[in-house]
């Protein structure tokens, strides 16, 4: 079984910056993307940022050039930097991973999602 846990959200003010990682643990064989997503209260989740297993990467409108997706596959992590943040930006943020198991052909798990809140 694949867990994906989430850290790093929490309360910032507008203009800081918050780094979220997400850690995946499991009888992992590989990872292929990584995605961050985002719901905020009433609205529909959203896809921030995808990195691939090739390290490429795509970014929302909304978060580029703001936002800077990594990972390190050594430590079966990946990474959301968020940089120049906006009360826009307020919403869960969540990981999500396909993931290849010992036990499982790929399959696409999911965090439990960390809060975001900027605000002044």
């Known amino acids: 079984q694949v867990h994906l846990v989430e850290s790093g959200g929490g309360l910032v003010q507008p203009g800081g910056s918050l780094r979220l990682s997400c850690v995946a643990s499991?009888?992992?064989?590989?990872?292929?993307?990584i995605d961050w997503y985002r719901q905020a209260p009433g609205k529909q989740r959203e896809l921030v940022a995808r990195i691939t297993s090739g390290s490429r990467t795509n970014y929302a409108d909304s978060v580029k050039g703001r936002f800077t997706i990594s990972r390190d596959n050594a430590k079966n992590t990946g990474y959301l930097l968020m940089n120049s943040l906006k009360p826009e930006d307020t919403a869960v943020y969540y990981c999500n991973a396909a993931v290849l198991t010992t036990t499982k052909y790929e399959y696409s798990y999911w965090g439990q999602g960390t809060q975001v809140t900027v605000s002044s």
């Open positions: 499991g009888s992992i064989i590989s990872i292929n993307a």
